[in-house]
């Protein structure tokens, strides 16, 4: 079954402990992003990849850092996580050959940040 | 302005009503437009795609894109309580290389009620 997972699927932590949120997908696709959704400002991007070791700046990196090593995985990693990274995560992953823009998302990770 | 516009709702419609979910968006380079729905605690799953002015139908879905107006429509009839979900529409240009820009609306919650 064509699937995009992440993990945990939820997290409490406290300010300033790191935690990474793994993302894996088992299409092969090419490109992968992270986004998180809060409340009244919908869906924002946080960092891309359009293969492997190239990632790219989204809308909103601020505080978070991936890294590309190998083609099914786009860890998200908060080295210093503070409150305001309290959101819902998710990870997406798509194919040129399919269309760039059709996305598959993740199930979603919820984080909160005491 | 913000680049993509979408009233959040809530939108409560009785069941084998005709809904109508509308976006409206600023930035004249967005080539391709897209519909998602997101289920309560899952990650948005594309519904209809297209990148041409007119309308595009799928069983009970019509996505309708005028690019004169800057204006997109998603129309569901004969709705279903499964319909029930937050719809976001979701705009994409081209920044080249492969890469593309993503940009979703805040998303409309459309309850349907039995």
């Known amino acids: 079954e064509a699937q995009v997972t992440q993990n945990p699927r939820y997290l409490i932590t406290v300010t300033g402990k790191k935690l990474t949120v793994t993302c894996s997908q088992n299409?092969?696709?090419?490109?992968m992003s992270w986004y998180r959704q809060d409340p009244g400002l919908g869906l924002r991007q946080i960092y891309y990849?359009?293969?492997?070791?190239?990632?790219d700046k989204g809308d909103v990196p601020e505080g978070y850092k991936v890294s590309r090593k190998e083609k099914r995985n786009f860890p998200l990693i908060l080295e210093s996580p503070s409150p305001n990274q309290t959101s819902l995560y998710f990870c997406?992953?798509?194919?040129?050959?399919?269309?760039?823009?059709?996305?598959?998302f993740g199930p979603g990770t919820r984080l909160t940040v005491l | 302005q913000k680049e993509v516009e979408q009233d959040p709702g809530p939108l409560s419609v009785p069941e084998g009503a005709i809904v109508s979910l509308n976006c409206t968006y600023s930035?004249?380079?967005?080539?391709?437009f897209m519909w998602y729905r997101q289920y309560s605690r899952k990650g948005p799953e594309l519904l209809m795609y297209?990148?041409?002015?007119g309308n595009k139908e799928d069983g009970r879905f019509t996505a309708q894109v005028d690019k004169s107006s800057k204006y997109i429509s998603l129309f569901i009839r004969d709705s279903q309580p499964s319909d029930s979900a937050t719809y976001l529409c979701?705009?994409?240009?081209?920044?080249?290389?492969?890469?593309?820009?993503?940009?979703f609306g805040k998303g409309t919650k459309l309850s349907v009620i039995p």
């Open positions: 997406a992953s798509s194919s040129p050959l399919v269309g760039s823009d059709t996305q598959y």
């Open positions: 299409m092969n696709h090419e490109y």
């Open positions: 990849s359009m293969n492997v070791e190239v990632t």
């Open positions: 930035n004249s380079a967005f080539q391709y």
């Open positions: 297209t990148y041409s002015s």
């Open positions: 979701a705009m994409s240009v081209d920044r080249g290389a492969g890469s593309y820009q993503l940009t």
